[in-house]
């Protein structure tokens, strides 16, 4: 006699939960790195030119970003020797404390010196924190999570660039110097919540091997073509149209779009594929430029920026997503630098090329020419969708 065998009930599937401990206490970093760098980004400068030159305004920006990008390459093997929270705590501290020596009326050469050390912290923090970021992320919903980290990140920039300029206006630079030093340096209280190391601790995919990587560069060459973009908007869109109030509000909406764009591209890339979501991102963000490119026309300008910025928001998300999903945890921290880096340099090429362009040629074509740089990338765009289908 033979006994029946009883069918094995299959295990209930369970699915991580998107945010946990750790992620929130992350949030708390990001939060501080974010009011870090925003609150005082355009408020350095109107010290340096007071301290200096029309041109050293633009020297102490440089110094902030070229310093970030050395800080982002530099990064994941300084993740790789002392661990997540170390590199976020010196980070943080880099970012936050040398802005106090702002509050003595310094001259340009401390101004620049300081900018040079904020850059090295902000590149930190910005590449230790995302690869801690993508490691704390349950894959299937790694996109949907890089969005609400983008809307965590991008609402206090939202809020901190327009009211370091009026705190700045209203009682002068030293408050909001300060407190940018005390937000910044408060979200340490997070970091000894945060995992020292993750699984991959000890071995690290460098950031050289990951520029050999075909499966990376293509993403990040996609996203380096839109911050270009980026670069010539926040330079000259104030410089293009003929009012304030017009300039303000496309600066406004264009983050803000992003923001959301962010948000919707995170779950529809989780659920279709990142590299479907290249094509439309570059063909919103190319014709949000067309539409500015009419600089006389303010609904055209501030929808311009609108459609630019959800363009944008589809790109940051995907091309991040899809560049993680090609690598193992050790190589979190290069595709962090890399994406990082291509954000920073993109932008600073396009603020200092179109400035030739917009002597000779007019703002307009500014605009227009930021549209078709875009072009190129629809190649690689095009193929990342093949992959994905």
Request: glycine content about 14%; charged content about 10%; proline content about 6%.
């Amino acid at each position: 006699m033979t006994t029946a065998t009883l069918p094995v009930a299959a295990a209930p599937v369970v699915h991580a939960p998107l945010v946990t401990r750790a992620l929130l206490l992350r949030f708390v970093t990001i939060v501080g790195s974010s009011l870090g760098f925003y609150l005082p980004l355009s408020v350095v400068p109107m010290v340096a030119e007071a301290a200096g030159s029309a041109g050293a305004a633009g020297l102490a920006t440089g110094a902030l970003l070229a310093a970030s990008v050395a800080g982002e390459v530099a990064t994941p093997r300084l993740v790789a020797r002392f661990g997540y929270r170390a590199a976020l705590t010196a980070g943080l501290v880099l970012l936050g404390a040398p802005i106090l020596v702002l509050l003595t009326a310094p001259g340009l050469a401390v101004v620049v010196a300081v900018n040079l050390v904020r850059g090295l912290g902000f590149g930190v923090t910005i590449v230790a924190g995302g690869a801690l970021t993508a490691a704390l992320l349950p894959e299937h919903r790694r996109g949907e999570g890089l969005a609400l980290v983008g809307v965590v990140g991008g609402l206090p920039a939202l809020a901190a660039l327009p009211f370091g300029v009026w705190a700045a206006a209203q009682w002068g630079p030293g408050p909001v110097f300060a407190i940018t030093a005390v937000a910044t340096l408060l979200s340490l209280v997070a970091v000894p919540g945060l995992p020292r190391r993750t699984a991959s601790a000890g071995r690290t995919h460098g950031v050289l091997a990951g520029l050999r990587d075909a499966g990376l560069v293509r993403p990040a060459a996609v996203f380096a073509a839109s911050t270009v973009a980026v670069g010539v908007l926040v330079t000259f869109l104030p410089l293009a149209t003929a009012s304030a109030s017009v300039a303000a509000a496309a600066l406004l909406v264009q983050p803000a779009a992003s923001t959301a764009a962010r948000w919707i591209a995170g779950r529809l890339g989780d659920r279709h594929g990142q590299g479907r979501l290249l094509v439309p991102g570059l063909l919103l963000a190319g014709g949000g430029l067309l539409g500015i490119s009419a600089t006389g026309t303010p609904v055209a300008v501030v929808a311009g920026a609108a459609v630019f910025g959800a363009g944008f928001g589809v790109l940051q998300n995907a091309t991040l997503a899809l560049m993680y999903t090609r690598v193992s945890p050790d190589g979190y921290g290069a595709v962090s630098a890399i994406w990082n880096a291509a954000y920073d340099v993109g932008m600073a090429v396009g603020a200092a090329g179109a400035g030739i362009v917009a002597a000779g040629a007019g703002y307009p074509a500014v605009f227009v020419l930021a549209a078709a740089l875009l072009l190129p990338a629809l190649p690689s765009a095009r193929r990342e969708r093949r992959v994905t289908a």
